[in-house]
């Protein structure tokens, strides 16, 4: 599930930073804190074999949010819609990303966003007609359930799709529009029609 990109076929199935099996053992997996914490309680890769570092997490170094100028932030979690037609590889991305416990709900933090796709995509090889997408994107990592995964800069990890650069730059101008003029916190979601 968690393992390195698959290039199989025209649209290889999602990856994630690193899987479990890249570590020898517990301790190991939990200083690094690179790869999905399953159950959500901050122990990774617990059915690797110990020495085990349970319950010590990284902390992450909190980012300080710039004071924003000009932007709102709404109440309750603002649905940001996109067409399923337009963006078929986004939606099905999002949709097996959801399945596999990455949050449906996301905050927005501009702040650092630049080093989370980074730190993110760096191993992950570039490949010819295709882009990198991210779930959540890197300005949607903000601090929130399910979205702290990772440390330093916080909630870097994500979940990575080949899909066609033109839909995957179409969907990020589209994207960075609609949340033009929300302030950093606003929490949001995809939704498609």
């Known amino acids: 599930m968690l393992g390195l990109l698959a290039l ?12 479990c099996s890249a570590y020898s053992n517990q301790a190991a997996a939990q200083r690094a804190a690179d790869t999905r ?17 349970k319950g010590v997490s990284p902390t992450p170094t909190p980012t300080p949010t710039p004071v924003e100028q000009g932007c709102s932030r709404p109440s309750g979690i603002r649905s940001i819609s996109f067409s399923g037609t337009k963006y078929p590889n986004i939606r099905r991305h ?17 702040s650092g966003a630049s080093q989370r796709r980074d730190r993110l995509l760096r191993g992950i090889a570039t490949r010819a007609g295709f882009d990198r997408d991210e ?8 601090q929130g359930a399910g979205l702290t995964r990772g440390s330093s800069p916080i909630g870097w990890l994500a979940t990575v799709m080949y899909v066609p650069s033109s839909e995957n730059r179409s969907h990020g101008s589209v994207l ?18």
Not at 94 to 110: E, H, I, M, Q, S
Not at 135 to 142: F, L
Not at 176 to 193: D, E, I, M, Q
């Open 94 to 110: 999002f949709l097996n990303a959801v399945k596999d416990g990455w949050p449906t709900t996301l905050v927005l933090l501009r």
């Open 176 to 193: 960075g529009a609609k949340l033009r003029g929300l302030c950093s916190g606003t929490k949001f979601r995809y939704v498609f029609y």
């Open 8 to 19: 199989a076929g025209a649209l290889p199935a999602t990856a994630s930073a690193k899987s």
């Open 135 to 142: 779930y959540p994107p890197a300005v949607g990592r903000g």
């Open 37 to 53: 914490d399953a159950d959500g309680d901050g122990i990774y890769c617990e059915s690797l074999p110990c020495p085990c570092l």
